[in-house]
C-alpha cells in the first residue's frame, strides 16, 4: 500500500516553501502519493500540482500516514495543535534556526525521506499540557506560559499544585513546561533540561523578583491551579500560537491532556545526541577553535 504524506507548510517562509516543493517532488519519484491543503495550492509548482491531493486539513486523518512539516519549531508546535485529535506523526524539517523539534535538516533531506518512505525511522509520544481559562480549553506540547501584557510592571501569580498553597510568584510571568519545553522558554529562564521520558512538568519563573524561587518539578499527574493576584493584566500563552486575556483574580488551571503528540525521530539516534547536536550539550569548550 501506497504511504500518503501531508505536507504542513509556514507559508510565509519562502525557504519552507521551496523545500516543501522539492520533497513533493521526490517523494512522487519514491512511489508515494503527496496531500496538500487548499491555501498550499497557489505555492506549489504548477507540473507537480495534478500529481497531489488536495484536502482540507481535518481530513487529513483519514488519508495521509505522516504528516512533514517545513519551516522550524514555530511550524511544529503549529502543526501539532492543527493535527493533536488526529494522532497523525510529524516529522519536521528544519529550514528555521535552531530546529529542535524540526530536527531534520535540509542538507539530510534526501537521506530522511528515503528513510521515510522505507520505513527507517521511529516515532516518540510526547505529552500534552491542557489548560482551562473561563472555561475555554487550550493544548500545548511546550508550554503554558502566564505572562504580564502591556504593562512594564510585574505580575503577582499564586501557585497550587494539588491544592496546596506552593508560592506567590512577583515576576514577568511564570512557565508551566512539558519535558519537551524544558528545552524552550524554561530553559532561557534558567529551567532544567529535563528527558522527554521523565514524568513530571516544570513550573519556572520568569524574572522572579525572589532570588529563593526556583524551578520547581512535579509528577505530572498533578493539577496546576495559578490566579493572578495583581491587577496588571496578563495573558495566557499556549506555545507560543495565542494569547488569552487574563484578569485579576482569574485563574488557570493546568493538567496533563489525554493526547499525545507523535514525533518522527532519527532511528539511529538518541535525545541526547540532539542535546550535543543542537544545543552544544557538554561541549568542551577548550576544543572549541577560537575566532581569529
Not at 503549529?78 to 535552531?98: C, I, T
Not at 500545548?140 to 505572562?147: K, M, P
Not at 491544592?163 to 524544558?182: C, F, K, M, Q, W
Request: aromatic share 6%; with cysteine.
Amino acid at each position: 500500500m501506497r504511504q500518503c504524506i501531508g505536507l504542513f507548510i509556514n507559508l510565509a517562509n519562502a525557504e519552507a516553501v521551496r523545500w516543501a516543493n522539492y520533497s513533493a517532488r521526490r517523494l512522487l519519484e519514491l512511489g508515494a502519493e503527496v496531500c496538500i491543503s487548499p491555501e498550499v495550492v497557489p505555492h506549489i509548482a504548477p507540473e507537480l500540482l495534478p500529481q497531489l491531493q488536495v484536502h482540507p486539513p481535518e481530513q487529513f486523518a483519514n488519508i495521509v500516514d505522516i504528516v512533514l512539516t517545513f519551516g522550524g519549531d514555530g511550524t511544529m508546535l503549529a502543526a501539532a495543535q492543527r493535527f493533536l485529535s488526529s494522532q497523525l506523526p510529524l516529522m519536521g524539517v528544519n529550514v528555521g534556526k535552531l530546529g529542535f523539534l524540526a530536527e531534520f535538516s535540509v542538507e539530510e533531506l534526501d537521506s530522511a525521506l528515503d528513510a521515510l518512505i522505507g520505513g527507517h525511522y521511529r516515532i516518540v509520544d510526547r505529552t500534552v499540557l491542557q489548560a482551562s481559562v473561563r472555561g475555554k480549553r487550550f493544548y500545548a506540547l511546550n508550554d503554558i506560559v502566564v505572562e504580564k501584557h502591556a504593562s512594564p510592571h510585574m505580575i503577582l501569580l499564586r501557585a497550587f499544585v494539588n491544592e496546596h498553597h506552593v508560592a506567590d510568584y512577583r515576576a514577568d510571568g511564570l512557565i508551566v513546561t512539558t519535558p519537551t519545553g524544558s528545552t524552550a522558554y524554561s530553559l532561557s529562564c534558567g529551567g532544567p533540561i529535563i528527558a522527554p521520558s521523565a514524568r513530571v512538568l516544570c513550573l519556572t519563573p520568569i524574572c522572579p523578583h525572589t532570588l529563593t524561587l526556583r524551578s520547581l518539578i512535579v509528577p505530572d499527574d498533578c493539577s496546576i491551579r495559578l490566579e493572578l493576584l495583581s491587577r496588571d493584566p496578563a495573558v495566557v500563552v499556549p506555545d507560543g500560537q495565542l494569547q488569552e486575556p487574563l484578569a485579576c483574580g482569574e485563574q488557570v488551571h493546568i493538567e496533563l491532556s489525554p493526547y499525545v503528540v507523535k514525533l518522527v525521530k532519527h532511528a539511529d539516534s538518541s535525545y541526547f545526541d540532539l542535546l550535543r547536536r543542537k544545543l552544544l550539550w557538554a561541549a568542551d569548550a577548550a576544543n572549541v577553535p577560537s575566532a581569529p
